[in-house]
């Protein structure tokens, strides 16, 4: 009686250390991001750094884009691009393989319908001699039907923690494919954005040309009348060769851009309609930027580098958990007889078995705790790579804001440029006209106001391209 007595105790506190060594896991802790309490200053960009009213990343793309053809193109990229269908197909591989990882704790279950197999053994051999004896015959024949259970108890967390870790690398997959989502938008509309630019450089370029033209005409007349000399028709038709050679450049640029616009889409290269002018073009709102924390839950690639570091500290647990000792049961039961006619005689042909076992590594000690270490200093690398992306993230606002400002102080000293460039030209074409100017005076004004519209184009296109990467950077276009 002492003796069970003592079985008892021993084993019940053998079980109250493993419950206690099983409920001593360290949870997990999300690490903790440094950022700044708002965006690096942009005093003359009127821009909300609030949490009140939140940040433009919240805002799904079809109510930020507003151009219709433009949507389209965003519709359709989303709908067939071929980098982020792959991304939705790694998605559903992370989930079968988080659903698998669900049944780990789930004994295992295995079936043997039938087993029949006949052994002779040598007449000369002690178990030829004792079949000869026992059964008058030299052989003996062996029938069964049985299943077994085995189950492995998870005291340490060591399948919890493969869960766990199987279930951060789904929703990092969710995340990657939000990251291709956003990048692709981006993509999109600053292709449309740069095609539109195009558009303007031919146009631009065009209607300097009827003006370059215009005035050789009118130096052509004068040379023929004795006022001027050759060199300045020369000169006139220089100038006028080099936009020729620029209309080609441009119209290859326009093919070049629309067929890139098309394989983003998941389309054949081919021509991109577009409804609007690049001047007609609105920017779209971007004065709420919110606060730096609000990148911790809009940005997918911030979220990702997150769920990597939870990944990384389960692997931590599963590899720890594997230095020590695993508890196993298991269990068979069935029919078994060496006479087929006896095979299915119950209860007589019924056996069953059950056994507990508790494994400690021995041999391999070393190398699982070297995998224990590596797996910790992955899980410092992933903590590092977190606090970069962060960085990254912040610097990637601020530069766009930055960008954003720059676009704002060019537009409006370009747009006067423009103005008087324009009236230059005017100017210069009356005076010469009157033979109060020269026609290097006339080439002079026209190349600067060429100049000045394709300046305030490009202009324009950083502007609209900044609002684009400040929107992405702040983790907007995959809502």
Sequence with gaps: MKSNIRSYTNFGAFAALLTLASCSVQKYKAPEAELPESFRDTTQLDVAQDSTQGSIAKIPYREFFTDPTLLSLIENGVKNNNDLKVSIKQIESAALSYNRSKWGNVP??????????????????????????????????DYGTNISISWEADIWGKIKGRKESALAAYLQTQEAA??????????????????????????????NLTLVNNTLRMITKQQELGITTSLSVQQQENTRDQMLVTIPIIEQSITIQENALSILTGKMPGEIQ??????????????????????????????????????????????????????????????????????????????GAAAGSLAMPLINGKQLKTQYEQS????????????????????????????????????????????????????????????????LDVITAQNNKLQAELSLANIKLQKLNSVVDLYRALGGGWQ
Excluded: H
């Design 274 to 351: 577009r409804t609007l002018k690049l001047t007609n073009m609105e920017t779209p709102e971007y004065r709420s930027v919110g606060i730096p924390t609000e990148l911790l839950s809009y940005r997918p690639d911030v979220k990702n580098s997150e769920l990597s570091v939870r990944q990384a500290f389960a692997n931590v647990k599963v590899s720890k958990a594997s230095m020590y000792p695993a508890f196993n049961i298991t269990a068979q039961g069935g029919l078994n007889t060496f006479n087929f006619k006896n095979w299915f005689d119950i209860p007589g042909s019924l056996f």
């Design 108 to 141: 295992n279950v295995n079936l043997n319908i039938a087993t029949a197999s006949i052994s002779r053994p040598s007449d000369n051999s002690m178990n030829g001699q004792m079949f000869g004896q026992m059964l008058g015959q030299r052989y003996i024949e």
């Design 376 to 439: 910790k200093i992955a899980m410092e690398q992933s903590e590092i790579n977190f606090k970069q992306t962060v960085l990254s993230a912040v610097g990637e606002v601020s530069n766009a804001l930055a960008n954003i400002e720059s676009a704002d102080k060019q537009e409006v000293i370009t747009v006067g440029l423009v103005a008087r460039s324009d009236k230059a030209v005017t100017i210069s074409t009356k005076l010469f006209q009157q033979d109060m100017a020269t026609y």
């Design 178 to 207: 939000k990251a291709v989502q956003t990048q692709l938008v981006a993509q999109i509309a600053q292709g449309y954005y740069n095609l539109l630019m195009l558009d303007t450089q031919l146009d631009i370029t065009n209607q």
